[in-house]
């Protein structure tokens, strides 16, 4: 069974802290998804990865593929009140289609 | 854009009785849908892979005859819970990927609570 372990579970900081979620696996994924989910909604698709050591840079967002594709991380620079939810990665096999999703992080991010 | 829509958004039942749940592509065609399970505070689950044209498969410890799934077309997948019990509440979600497969879509959910 492949599982994807995220840390930390929860984080709260102040707005304009930088912060990283890390999310790691023993298995080697073809793709990995990074989603925010806000409460009573559907994920909502950040940025997909898919060859090691890969960077993408959404604004204020960095996401970083691991050279093995088995771990990433998601680096949010001067956080704001709206970047706050539950932020999920998953990992795809093939065909980016069948997702396996993290065990995820909440953040909350004060004025 | 893509759009994956999802009806009813809640739902309250009985114990016993079945609830069906929609999953619609607004304006692409899925012959894959999937369908997850969130409870609260946790992450979403993979129930099913819901296959148009054949049965859907299944994971592991999902139960195919409690939750019945029916990929009817090519842009809409049902979702049955059978004699629902109180642990079936959840929040449940569907998810299309474009045919191209590269992006998948979310629906927005539905919160199904089993009195």
């Known amino acids: 069974t492949q599982l994807l372990e995220q840390s930390p579970q929860f984080l709260s900081i102040q707005e304009g802290e930088n912060l990283t979620v890390y999310c790691n696996s023993s298995?080697?994924?073809?793709?990995l998804q990074w989603y925010r989910q806000e409460p009573g909604e559907g994920p909502v698709l950040l940025v997909t990865?898919?060859?090691?050591?890969e960077v993408k840079k959404l604004k204020r967002l960095t996401f970083q593929f691991g050279d093995a594709r088995k771990d990433s991380s998601l680096h949010i620079t001067a956080a704001q009140t709206g970047d706050t939810g539950l932020y999920l990665c998953?990992?795809?096999?093939?065909?980016?289609?069948?997702?396996?999703f993290g065990t995820g992080t909440r953040l909350l991010v004060s004025p | 854009g893509a759009v994956v829509s999802q009806h009813p958004s809640r739902v309250i039942c009985k114990s016993g009785t079945s609830v069906k749940i929609e999953c619609r592509s607004l304006?692409?065609?899925?012959?894959?849908m999937f369908w997850y399970r969130q409870f609260p505070k946790q992450s979403l689950m993979l129930m099913a892979t819901?296959?148009?044209?054949?049965?859907?498969?299944?994971e592991q410890g999902v139960e195919k005859d409690k939750f019945l799934i029916n990929h009817a077309s090519l842009t809409l997948s049902t979702l049955t819970v059978t004699s629902a019990h109180p642990e079936d509440s959840s929040f449940y979600i569907c998810?299309?990927?474009?045919?191209?497969?590269?992006?998948?879509?979310f629906g927005p959910g539905t919160r199904l609570l089993v009195l």
């Open positions: 998810s299309a990927p474009l045919p191209q497969g590269e992006t998948q879509y």
């Open positions: 298995s080697v994924f073809s793709s």
């Open positions: 990865v898919v060859t090691g050591g």
């Open positions: 998953a990992g795809a096999d093939t065909g980016f289609q069948k997702l396996v």
């Open positions: 304006d692409f065609q899925a012959t894959t």
């Open positions: 819901s296959n148009e044209g054949s049965k859907a498969t299944y």
